[in-house]
């Protein structure tokens, strides 16, 4: 814990905000995500599974013999990280990339921590697509009314640049260089087993959980794994998960403070440029999925604010959890600044393009 900046601060920001407005225990309980929380720990178990059965390991052999070159191979990490965040939402996505991206490193010389990098930045864009592909997407597209193929063409143009933009700067941060193997992964060690038990989980557990069963989907698959692979339950990242927690816990008292609600009341978010500058701004600073909660309190200019959202989930990681998960899933101290090195310019950018997308709607 003592090593866990984002933690410790977590932790100093819950201290000081019950300084400042105490909350009781049952305040504080509701303000946690527990369908988020669930799900997360669902997931974490999982993929940690999945990532013990070894088949990461030989799909990742199969890749680079096939993608020989680094950029290639991110280049493909990249556009694949993108495509699922469309269905399965962001940190979904993550959940099944990263762990792949860093058996590529076991075996061969790829730049993980940039390659992670990339990869949490292709689901921020390729979530932006659909009502599916994150939180706060799916949150406003219930609360305007749109129909999902609308909601899809309204977001198709920025989606379409930020990741236009995001392959281009994955094209010049990657070079041509072949990749060879390092070591020999294994080749006929998967356990089968276990990773088609997993597999089948995974599909039931997202089921379940889009359908408000996170609870007890959460419980099916910890029971089930306890059985199969004691360890992929108890060795999961907790502290992860207290990351998280906290986060909603801060995130949302410093939202719901009057301060904070007051000086909201007296801005016109009624506007496009506004609320769109509002929602790219806050996110910076409570994350996009409570930004769109709460500016939704404020503005009915639906397409202002999903714009916004979606690119605020770039530049500081605490804009989107997806960045948070990402960053974690890495266990590097240093990615945290390399991950601001390219997200924040990458924000500049995308910032540029939502004005753009929006005015031309």
């Given at each position: ?19 400042a407005?105490?909350a ?40 680079l ?10 280049l ?12 399965l939402?962001?940190?979904v ?5 990263v ?5 590529l ?17 292709a ?11 994150n ?6 597209w ?16 920025l989606?379409?640049a ?11 941060a990657f ?26 989980l ?10 408000g ?20 339950v108890?060795g ?21 403070m ?16 506004v609320?769109y ?22 503005s009915?200019?639906w ?15 605490v804009g989107?959890?997806?960045?948070l ?5 890495a ?9 601001h ?9 995308a ?7 929006l005015?031309?709607?």
């Open positions: 814990m003592r090593d866990d900046r984002v933690l410790l601060i977590l932790i100093v920001g819950f201290v000081a905000l019950q300084i407005r105490p009781r225990v049952g305040e504080l309980f509701a303000r946690i995500d527990q369908h988020t929380i669930l799900t997360l720990a669902g997931l974490l178990m999982l993929t940690r599974a999945i990532d013990q059965s070894r088949f990461l390991d030989w799909l990742a052999q199969r890749l013999r096939a993608f020989r070159t680094e950029r290639r191979l991110a493909l990490m990249v556009a694949f990280a993108a495509a699922l965040s469309t269905l939402t962001n940190d996505a993550l959940f099944a990339v762990p792949l991206a860093q058996s490193a076991r075996i061969a010389p790829v730049r993980i921590e940039r390659l992670i990098i990339f990869l949490a930045l689901v921020n864009a390729g979530s932006s697509l659909t009502p599916l592909g939180p706060q997407n799916l949150f406003l219930q609360h305007s009314g749109m129909g999902f193929g609308a909601y899809v063409v309204m977001m198709t143009p989606t379409l930020l990741m236009a933009v995001l392959l281009v700067m994955c094209a010049i070079d041509s260089r072949a990749l060879h193997f390092a070591r020999r992964g294994p080749t006929h060690s998967v356990r089968w087993a276990l990773l088609w038990t997993a597999l089948a995974f599909v039931a557990f997202v089921m379940m959980a889009d359908h069963y996170a609870g007890w989907a959460c419980a099916g698959v910890a029971a089930v794994l306890l059985v199969a692979r004691r360890n992929a108890l999961i990242d907790w502290l992860l998960l207290a990351i998280f927690v906290l986060m909603f816990v801060v995130l949302r008292g410093v939202a719901e009057p301060q904070v609600r007051a000086t909201l009341g007296q801005v016109d978010f009624s506007g496009a440029g609320a500058v509002g929602a790219a701004v806050l996110s910076q600073f409570i994350s996009n999925v409570p930004a769109a909660i709460l500016l939704a309190e404020y009915h200019n397409p202002a604010l999903a714009h916004g959202v979606a690119v605020g989930g770039f530049g500081l990681a989107s959890l997806a960045n998960i990402a960053l974690r899933m266990k590097s101290s240093k990615i945290w600044w390399h991950f090195w390219v997200s924040i310019p990458f924000y500049g950018i910032l540029c393009l939502g004005f753009i997308a005015k031309w709607m």
